[in-house]
């Protein structure tokens, strides 16, 4: 989940960039993450390291390979609709749970997103990843069991990681289903965490 730069931890810092990086890289190579020369990187030992890319790991966006090491996980198209029936379920289940409203923070947060989808005619895929992983930093601040939140987060970023493969192969098919999901988000009852979820639910996770 995303945050203030100022308010992160190295770590974390680390984390999202990493994440950034796997999901705007080639969706078809392995692109290869060495503990040293990320812990030289980012100026961290290699336990925190190892840390981060085992949470890369349990978000499926980074595999262990034999002989290799760690890399970013390659798309296989025969395991997207696994991905999008879990995140859908984990949806569903977060639904049956208690919601509060948004606060007028996470309110705002999503109107901004909103109004900057309305005005772009194209995204580069930095954007794209940004949009994303704004808009799952709000959603995971509403969900207040620990443990659905935490694997909520890990199957929406595979759902993030397939959506930048869909902007590798088509960056204006892409940007109409951003439009398309942003929009609908934008227009749900304010405040109603419910209704901000059955949309997400409703919204272009078909494959």
């Not at 680390?14 to 812990?39: Q, S, W």
């Not at 948004?102 to 995204?123: E, F, N, P, R, T």
């Not at 009852?189 to 059955?198: E, N, P």
């Amino acid at each position: 989940m995303l945050q203030d730069a100022s308010d992160q931890t190295k770590p974390e810092r680390a984390l999202d960039a990493l994440r950034k990086r796997i999901c705007l890289a080639d969706p078809g190579e392995a692109l290869p993450l060495h503990e040293g020369m990320l812990a030289e990187e980012f100026g961290m030992s290699r336990t925190p390291i190892r840390q981060i890319l085992q949470r890369l790991a349990y978000e499926r966006l980074v595999e262990i390979r034999t002989g290799v090491g760690t890399v970013a996980a390659v798309m296989d198209q025969a395991h997207r609709p696994r991905d999008l029936i879990t995140h859908q379920g984990l949806v569903r289940t977060i639904l049956a749970h208690p919601l509060g409203e948004l606060s007028v923070s996470q309110h705002a947060d999503i109107i901004a997103l909103g109004a900057l989808i309305a005005s772009a005619d194209k995204l580069d895929a930095s954007l794209h990843f940004e949009i994303r992983a704004r808009l799952l930093a709000v959603l995971g601040g509403l969900i207040a069991d620990p443990i659905l939140k935490d694997a909520f987060l890990a199957a929406h970023w595979r759902v993030i990681r397939w959506h930048m493969h869909d902007v590798a192969l088509d960056q204006a098919q892409a940007l109409k289903s951003t439009q398309r999901l942003v929009s609908s988000v934008a227009s749900y009852d304010a405040r109603s965490s419910a209704d901000l979820f059955g949309r997400i639910l409703a919204g272009d996770l078909a494959p």
